[in-house]
């Protein structure tokens, strides 16, 4: 069951507007000038230094992103800030809240445990019950996981019937918003809730996702939701006066895989509209990754302990080649990295890569001079040594 919604702490760069005079509220029917671009909501920490999320193969490894608003938030395919806190509010994501925590507020429930249970119990995840029905109470955590599974399946195809705009239901709006308010003791922003859009969970087959990837979405905004309720975020988000602004997230909120490549944006330029024709291409210099095994780090022999325990320490290769090319991000070589030696399977993520013959390290240095290192021409073939530690 996600976090008791009493005081969990404030996240610790909420997305908050800046601060300015508080104007007079206008007339939307009025005349007006041009209308202002949405404004671009800040990162929430430098993206060079974020690990690389991938979508999930099992039900231990999907993203789990309720803490930060815009991840969450582009996470399930919103753009906008303000159209996700209204789709927040919305009675389709306050049901899903009420009838996950009913009756087991003081019960906390793993993503993990809530996404194999709808793998495992597809048939009757197809109930449009009321989940505190099907599941009537009890104190156990095993009942929690039921409820809150079948909220989250029931979030994730109501989402995908209404294809673009919730049907609105005054009374259907009403009687969720009493009974969140009852339940969780804050009151709901007013807005006109029959504007409220709606985006599809997936999954994704471009992105490469799972069919349990709707689901996980549905168990992030739930728990965002549950996340909002301490009061310090809750202020921020849903009681200052423009909460329901205009803000764009930022691309760095946006899960790596589901971010468009630099390659699909811009078209090359024909050979007479390039600027300097006189250099030469750059190679796409073919580099060596080697997992060094023997790291001191505590969480990489935990790992490796772990993996040869159980005999799967065989299925990460030792190291294995992969091609650069010039025009390769930080965050696309790490992807081709952890694809090509298969770390979500194996439940590893990527602690350290450093350029063996510099110690040069390209999970935090400028990348501009990591490029600029591999294509100096010192080092014919050059080395990248990695480390890894286990999921959590």
Known sequence: MPPKPKTPKAPSRPAAAPKKKADMPKDPTSSQPTKKKPKIARKRKNDGNDDILAPGM????????HK?????????MFGRRDDFRKFILSSLVLNAYTNSYTDSI????????????????????????????????????????QRTALACAQLSRQVERASGQWPFDQEQEKKAVSAFEALAGRQASAFDRSDVSVKSFGPFLKYGESDLEPYSRAFNVILCLSWSLSPKVWSKRFENAKWDEEVRFSTAHVPHWMRERDGTKKPAKAPDQATNTSEPPKPNPEVLVSWKMTSLFPKQRELTEWLTEIGLVDNIPSELPITVRPTAT??????????????????????????????SNIMKQDWSAVQKELWSGIDSSPVVEMTLIDVV
């Open 58 to 65: 099992n039900p231990k490894g999907f993203v789990q992103l």
């Open 68 to 76: 930060g608003e815009g991840q969450v938030g582009s996470y399930a």
């Open 106 to 145: 003081t019960i906390q429930v793993r993503q993990r445990d809530v996404l194999e249970y709808i793998r495992d119990q597809e048939d009757r995840m197809k109930s449009e019950a009321s989940p505190i029905d099907v599941y009537p109470k009890q104190s156990d955590n095993i009942h929690a996981v």
């Open 330 to 359: 930080r965050a696309e070589v790490r992807d081709i990295i952890r694809a090509k030696f298969q770390l979500n399977q194996n439940q590893a993520q990527i602690a350290t890569l450093q350029v063996k013959s510099s110690l």
